[in-house]
């Protein structure tokens, strides 16, 4: 089992960038494939982007591609996202999830284990 604990989300301006983290514990992070998901006010849960447990193959939503990059630091047991180019339609409460598969998924229900979620809002 492993616990995940996802931080960086804040305010910022259209335009501007954020880096999230999510930390892990329990189970080494090398083990899981990762992904991170979000969730706008009165919307569902939605993909955003994942990596494979090497971190050499990543998949990401089309509406994020060219902005948005996952990485991993298996020694550091976190994940990353960094978001460039931040638009408003991009706030939304951003989650971290580990996939025991070794495959890439991007269903909500194939990830096992979830972090608590990191608000990320983006200013007009």
């Known amino acids: 089992q492993v616990q995940l604990v996802e931080s960086g989300g804040g305010l910022v301006q259209a335009g501007g960038s954020l880096r999230l983290s999510c930390a892990a514990s329990?189970?080494?992070?090398?083990?899981?494939?990762m992904g991170w998901f979000r969730q706008a006010p009165g919307k569902e849960r939605e993909f955003v982007a994942a990596i494979s447990r090497s971190g050499t193959t990543t998949y990401y939503v089309d509406s994020v591609k060219g902005r948005f990059t996952i990485s991993r630091d298996n020694a550091k047991n976190t994940v990353y996202l960094q978001m460039n180019s931040l638009k408003p339609e991009d706030t939304a409460v951003y989650y971290c999830?580990?996939?025991?598969?070794?495959?890439?998924?991007?269903?909500?229900?194939?990830?096992?284990?979830w972090g608590q979620g990191t608000q990320v809002t983006v200013s007009s």
């Open positions: 329990g189970r080494t992070l090398s083990s899981y494939t």
């Open positions: 999830a580990a996939d025991q598969f070794m495959l890439i998924r991007t269903t909500l229900s194939s990830y096992d284990y």
